[in-house]
T-cell receptor, first 116, second 115 residues
């Protein structure tokens, strides 16, 4: 198993550009989520999905879109990049959404994004 | 809303020293509690977890006990190694409605262990 994979590892954008951060998992997990990590802020939830075709907003969703057309993939789209979106982005997945509160999340290696 | 407060870092220790990283939480209902660790340049990985009051999670010499009466989940290790240098995150998981749940993280504590 590759686990949770993310591409690219690093990306530099100019203000106003758009891009998609890719996330894939091969563990057949139903639950997937995107976080951003900023210094002194911990991890904050951007969007999550409890299964193919179902997505919902997290704590900081503005400026980001997601879709979940398959169980394996959960891309994060930046519509018009802003310097405030400079951050490290982590994708995560977990097995169960019903048992949820006891479940472990598996994290990808992260994408470091800089917006100039 | 749910929140996690962990001790501010950075924490710098010598090898074989005793480690405590404090974590307290606020949550409705009965959360599960976690410690995640992030090594330099990597994503987070689960270190240990506890799902109900008085449970003790343990892994790699680290321990934490779910204390409902003090709403705490402090991380401890009796003898740290240089390889334990990392950022440690306390987190809780609660239901966010229906069958969904969410994970709330603390801000992280950077631990540096010197030889």
């Amino acid at each position: 198993n590759a686990g949770v994979t993310q591409t690219p590892k690093f990306q530099v954008l100019k203000t106003g550009q758009s891009m998609t951060l890719q996330c894939a998992q091969d563990m057949n997990h139903e639950y997937m989520s995107w976080y951003r990590q900023d210094p002194g802020m911990g991890l904050r939830l951007i969007h999550y999905s409890v299964g193919a075709g179902i997505t919902d907003q997290g704590e900081v969703p503005n400026g980001y879109n997601v879709s979940r057309s398959t169980t394996e993939d959960f891309p994060l789209r930046l519509l018009s990049a802003a310097p405030s979106q400079t951050s490290v982005y982590f994708c995560a997945s977990s097995q169960e959404r019903l048992a949820g509160v006891t479940d472990t999340q598996y994290f990808g290696p992260g994408t470091r994004l800089t917006v100039l | 809303g749910d929140s996690v407060t962990q001790m501010e870092g950075p924490v710098t220790l010598s090898e074989e020293a005793f480690l405590t990283i404090n974590c307290t939480y606020t949550a409705t209902g009965y959360p599960s509690l976690f410690w995640y660790v992030q090594y330099p340049g990597e994503g987070l990985q689960l270190l240990l977890k506890a799902t109900k009051a008085d449970d003790k999670g343990s892994n790699k010499g680290f321990e934490a006990t779910y204390r409902k009466e003090t709403t705490s989940f402090h991380l401890e290790k009796g003898s740290v190694q240089v390889s334990d240098s990392a950022v440690y995150f306390c987190a809780l998981s609660t239901r966010s409605g229906g069958s969904n749940y969410k994970l709330t993280f603390g801000k992280g504590t950077l631990l540096t262990v010197n030889p």
